[in-house]
């Protein structure tokens, strides 16, 4: 893991692969390499670090030829090094192979092929499937790729190439993402379509158990036992710029700022023009599946798992059943309780979650329906889950989520009503009012995105601090675990989120003179209790920032130290607003403190192995 691209056809192909890595830098990564077939025979370069690293290593030696692979990792196996680094060759340096993913049983092979006499010279689980595909060839690269991958077990999206067949590209997907580009005399695979929409708007999406041969002027797909497939080609019809900063410092900020967009997009179609009911017109999942259900299960990681604390108590509310999270890693290896009357929702970005992906196949296999919210429609999570219902935020390539985690609230509200409408648990003027007040945030947010100097000063205040602490209560509480998350993945200030109610409970001792506290108080139920508990950690010395309606804020000054306002809104939808400062707030605090924003360490966009 973590990005793959691959070229052949008529241009300089160290441009592309280069030019196409860094479409892919969003995901996080440690190190860089590309193999080209030139001239002289398959040549490789790589290099730990950013890619540019990489980029100067090629201006002293470049890589002249038509066709090549290029590769962006994040560490699984084997430290980040040069020579951990992708793509990896066998001892004989004819094949050369990058690979996204986990091979399970690369020590057994590894075993077997040291045995057989190859030597190998990284620690990684890469290697062992270009000493498997050179022990295989018999002429045939194809078939010697089948043979290969017919001995592993895992996760792989491969790129393969061989000396001996310059001319042909191979490329497998099997539980890790990959996709095929179309082009005029050249063709392209890429783990992600950014990386190739400088050159073509045509892909083919492969599914697992699937491969493609490339030459310049042909594709031929095929399952892994040889079998051809006819695929309709895919347009993509996003603008270039959509992958890039479009006048922004930095991606995070430009898709903090897209929030408005991807709300208004994850609504628009889901109510009727009316704007008095929820729709969704290709839910496979029937009223009647519906109204048997005894209980929801939402399964996600991170962010995702975030956005899920909020939308189950949104669909507890709305619709009275019992709703369950889980954190996707935990899921499957906890022996879940489910039932055909269990819906399971699954939440990702990229679809492609390795954790989430192996809970809904766990949920599916004891016969619970499962509902995906994801952003990528194409995804192997959307292709397994019974029902999806897209985000369509748009790419989103900071590694720190927003619009994603915002789309996904916007998708749980809709869902929510969508439920409570057939179940009959609001009646059709809750159902109005709630979808008046949902379709008012976009510009809420609008308001606040154009106001952030009271966010960006107290960025700068805390940007020195080595600790500080989130609380709120009720859906607060869910929403500063979030921002906990953002402002620790890209400032790397350590923080924590406590329901406040349990600062009695051992939390206060960590409480000493100074050390900032962040305090949600939007929640009417429970607003007196968060003053309360402000009261106790300013007692101890700490130094209090409050977010609250615009309508509290003089009262809270009377107890905090200074307090900042977001648009006033329904109790239930207060998430997708006050979440914003605090998005805001982890971006200005990481840039305070000279961080690379879009790219923090050790962390990688989409996380394809568990």
């Not at 430290?79 to 951990?84: G, Q």
């Not at 962010?303 to 108590?313: D, E, I, P, S």
């Not at 057939?422 to 009012?433: I, P, Q």
Request: with cysteine; proline share 3%; net charge negative.
């Amino acid at each position: 893991m973590c990005g793959i691209v691959g070229y052949i056809g008529k241009r300089d192909t160290q441009t592309v692969l280069i030019e196409g890595l860094k479409k892919l830098e969003y995901r996080g990564y440690d190190s860089a390499g590309v193999a080209v077939y030139t001239q002289e025979g398959l040549q490789i370069s790589k290099s730990l670090g950013r890619l540019a690293n990489l980029e100067s290593k090629l201006e002293g030696a470049p890589l002249q030829g038509n066709a090549g692979i290029g590769h962006t990792r994040w560490a699984t196996h084997g430290k980040p090094s040069d020579v951990n680094s992708h793509p990896h060759t066998d001892h004989t340096q004819k094949f050369s192979v990058v690979h996204n993913g986990i091979i399970e049983n690369y020590l057994d092979l590894k075993e077997e092929l040291i045995g057989q006499g190859y030597v190998f010279v990284s620690e990684t689980d890469t290697e062992v499937i270009s000493h498997l595909v050179a022990r295989e060839y018999d002429g045939d690269i194809v078939k010697a790729v089948q043979k290969a991958i017919s001995y592993m077990r895992g996760a792989f999206a491969l790129g393969v190439l061989t000396e001996y067949e310059p001319n042909k590209l191979v490329a497998v997907r099997q539980a890790s993402p990959l996709i095929i580009g179309i082009g005029e005399g050249e063709n392209f695979i890429a783990s992600d379509i950014p990386a190739i929409l400088n050159y073509t708007r045509n892909v083919y999406i492969l599914n697992d158990g699937e491969i493609a041969v490339l030459t310049k002027d042909a594709v031929e797909l095929m399952t892994i036992e040889g079998n051809f497939i006819s695929r309709e080609m895919i347009s993509v019809d996003w603008d270039a710029v959509t992958a890039e900063k479009d006048g922004f410092d930095h991606f995070m900020l430009k898709e903090i700022h897209e929030q408005p967009k991807a709300y208004r997009d994850t609504m628009r179609g889901r109510i009727d023009e009316a704007g008095q009911s929820v729709v969704f017109p290709g839910l496979n999942l029937t009223e009647e599946k519906i109204r048997s259900l005894n209980n929801v299960h939402i399964v996600a990681c991170g962010t995702a798992y975030h956005a899920g604390l909020v939308g189950g108590t949104v669909i507890e509310q709305l619709v009275r059943i019992p709703v369950a999270n889980d954190v996707a890693s935990e899921y499957r290896y906890s022996s879940p309780l489910v039932t055909p009357e269990t819906l399971v929702i699954v939440v990702s970005q990229s679809g492609e979650t390795a954790d989430t992906l192996a809970a809904l196949r766990e949920a599916k296999s004891k016969g619970a329906h499962v509902l995906a919210i994801t952003n990528v429609v194409g995804s192997s999570i959307a292709r397994d889950a019974d029902d999806v219902i897209a985000t369509l935020a748009g790419p989103e390539i900071a590694v720190a989520s927003t619009k994603a985690y915002t789309s996904q609230l916007i998708a749980f509200y809709l869902f929510g009503l969508y439920l409570a409408q057939v179940r009959g648990t609001k009646n059709s003027d809750e159902v109005a009012h709630v979808i008046a007040a949902l379709q008012s945030l976009p510009e809420q947010v609008e308001s606040m995105l154009a106001n952030v100097d009271a966010i960006k000063a107290y960025a700068e205040e805390i940007a020195s601090h080595q600790n500080l602490f989130f609380i709120g209560r009720g859906m607060d509480y869910a929403v500063v675990q979030e921002g906990s998350l953002k402002l620790k993945e890209i400032s790397y200030i350590h923080s924590e989120a406590y329901a406040a109610g349990e600062l009695k409970h051992g939390t206060l001792a960590l409480i000493e003179e100074g050390i900032p506290v962040i305090a949600l108080a939007t929640q009417e139920a429970v607003l007196e209790k968060i003053v309360s508990n402000i009261k106790e950690v300013k007692a101890r010395g700490a130094a209090v920032m409050a977010i609250t309606h615009e309508e509290h804020v003089a009262d809270l000054l009377r107890s905090v130290d200074q307090a900042l306002s977001i648009p006033k809104t329904l109790p239930l939808l207060t998430p997708a607003l006050s979440v914003v400062p605090l998005q805001l707030l982890a971006y200005y605090t990481s840039l305070a403190r000279g961080n690379d924003v879009d790219k923090p360490r050790n962390l990688a966009k989409s996380v394809t192995v568990e």
